[in-house]
């Protein structure tokens, strides 16, 4: 995977994002964010509370406008070409609404109708991706009875289903037993070894570590660090785990210091 933001062949960024500011009055929530990511590339994106992550994300989804800056998904400009960049983009909050007097099957086809997906097509699909997420047994029962890990799988299978080439995940296991978050993440493994592009935001470093090709840490609305591992271990003196880069790189080690010290 690329390890920089100049590596990739032109017209293989599949989210750019170029000096991106958004002000809030005399608040900035981003402050000249630059991003690029690759086809079938894995990001992690972290950073503390507050730091920018979910103001980056509704920016690059096309849910909030930045103050200035632009901002490109698969070459669609969402300023100018929002409808191309949605098409072929999914974006999976960490707590998404659905509608719970549908069945699983039902919710499926309707997601699919919105990113206008041939109904054999969307037919096929779902069915393949209820059985992928062991969820075919349930799926015509009515959301309101599904537990939180099966509501997660719906909305995966939701977001899979017009086979999008990029897509944003925000903390995507929180709340999953160890089986479904493997289960998971196999998935997104799978997606990226086929081309898709993943954009993960999350606050499990191990999930972090171990799945992304590269890691952007932002802090204050700033891009602080991008790269491999291998890249942010060169940046963070001789700390080896991402816990210990993150915390030194953002100012959370005095911090990491006091919970060992009351442990």
Same mark, same amino acid.
């Given at each position: 995977?690329?390890?920089?933001?100049?590596?990739?062949?032109?017209?293989?960024?599949?989210?750019?994002?170029?000096?991106?500011?958004?002000? *809030?009055?005399?608040?900035?929530?981003?402050?000249?964010?630059?991003?690029?990511?690759?086809?079938?590339?894995? /990001?992690? $994106?972290?950073?503390?509370?507050?730091?920018?992550?979910?103001?980056?994300?509704?920016?690059?989804?096309?849910? +909030?406008?930045?103050?200035?800056?632009?901002?490109?998904?698969?070459?669609?400009? +969402?300023?100018?070409?929002?409808?191309?960049?949605?098409?072929?983009?999914?974006?999976?909050?960490?707590?998404?609404? &659905?509608?719970?007097? &549908?069945?699983?099957?039902? *919710?499926?086809?309707?997601?699919?109708?919105?990113?206008?997906?041939?109904?054999?097509?969307?037919?096929?699909?779902?069915?393949? +991706?209820?059985?992928? $997420?062991?969820?075919?047994?349930?799926?015509?029962? &009515?959301?309101?009875?599904?537990? %939180?890990?099966?509501?997660?799988?719906?909305?995966?299978?939701?977001?899979?289903?017009?086979?999008?080439?990029?897509?944003?995940?925000?903390?995507?296991?929180?709340?999953?037993?160890?089986?479904?978050?493997?289960?998971?993440?196999?998935?997104?493994?799978?997606?990226?070894?086929?081309?898709?592009?993943?954009?993960?935001?999350? %606050?499990?470093?191990?999930?972090?570590?171990?799945?992304?090709?590269?890691?952007?840490? !932002?802090?204050?609305?700033?891009?602080?660090?991008?790269?491999?591992?291998?890249?942010?271990?060169?940046?963070?003196?001789?700390?080896?785990? &991402?816990?210990?880069? /993150?915390?030194?790189?953002?100012?959370?080690?005095?911090?990491?210091?006091?919970?060992? !010290?009351?442990?």
């Amino acid at each position: 995977m690329n390890s920089t933001n100049e590596a990739a062949p032109d017209g293989d960024w599949m989210i750019e994002a170029t000096d991106l500011v958004k002000r *809030y009055g005399t608040f900035e929530a981003l402050n000249g964010m630059t991003l690029r990511i690759g086809r079938g590339e894995i /990001f992690g $994106f972290l950073g503390p509370n507050g730091a920018g992550k979910t103001t980056t994300i509704r920016i690059l989804t096309g849910l +909030l406008q930045p103050t200035s800056g632009s901002a490109r998904i698969g070459g669609h400009d +969402l300023a100018t070409d929002p409808l191309a960049a949605r098409a072929i983009m999914s974006f999976i909050p960490d707590t998404p609404y &659905l509608y719970e007097k &549908l069945t699983a099957r039902e *919710y499926i086809h309707f997601v699919a109708g919105l990113y206008k997906t041939p109904p054999e097509v969307a037919t096929r699909r779902m069915e393949e +991706l209820l059985e992928v $997420f062991e969820l075919a047994d349930r799926a015509d029962d &009515l959301i309101e009875g599904y537990s %939180h890990g099966m509501r997660q799988k719906t909305v995966m299978i939701a977001a899979l289903v017009h086979d999008p080439q990029v897509l944003f995940l925000d903390e995507p296991t929180v709340g999953l037993d160890p089986r479904s978050a493997k289960l998971m993440r196999d998935v997104y493994r799978q997606l990226a070894a086929r081309g898709a592009t993943i954009f993960l935001s999350t %606050h499990i470093l191990e999930i972090a570590e171990r799945m992304c090709d590269r890691i952007g840490i !932002v802090q204050n609305g700033k891009l602080i660090a991008l790269g491999t591992m291998d890249e942010l271990r060169q940046l963070a003196a001789q700390n080896t785990s &991402l816990e210990d880069i /993150f915390l030194e790189l953002t100012g959370g080690a005095a911090f990491a210091e006091i919970a060992r !010290v009351l442990a």
